[in-house]
Nanobody, 123 residues
Framework: VQLQASGGGLVQAGGSLRVSCVASGRIFSAYAVGWFRQPPGKEREFVAGISGSGDITSYADSVKGRFTISRDNSKNTVYLQMNSLKPEDTAVYHC?????????????????WGQGTLVTVSS
């Protein structure tokens, strides 16, 4: 499975942005997908995860109520809708794919990682 994130850009605080993760290769619906981010000079952190069927989602406390993860398996795509953005959301956002099961925040559960897309939120 190859993953490619896109859709990043510059947005003002309070604004919205949607990033996408497109997968190619094997049966996409069999894979859980997670979004992670790495702010400048900081460690990578979990943002959100979704099961292969899309019926289970998980969010970091810092984004709950503001971000929504979803997927369209017919398009091999997972989305991260980001609303009410804050300057501290500035980071490179990566998507990752892994097998079935939970524990979405754990990076080691993901086998495939895509290149990231930069999201910059100005104050």
């Amino acid at each position: 499975v190859q993953l490619q994130a896109s859709g990043g850009g510059l947005v003002q605080a309070g604004g919205s942005l949607r990033v996408s993760c497109v997968a190619s290769g094997r049966i996409f619906s069999a894979y859980a997908v997670g979004w992670f981010r790495q702010p400048p000079g900081k460690e990578r952190e979990f943002v959100a995860g979704i099961s292969g069927s899309g019926d289970i989602t998980s969010y970091a406390d810092s984004v709950k109520g503001r971000f929504t993860i979803s997927r369209d398996n017919s398009k091999n795509t997972v989305y991260l809708q980001m609303n009410s953005l804050k300057p501290e959301d500035t980071a490179v956002y990566h998507c990752a794919g892994g097998g079935p099961g939970k524990n979405y925040p754990r990076p080691a559960r993901y086998e495939y990682w895509g290149q990231g897309t930069l999201v910059t939120v100005s104050s």
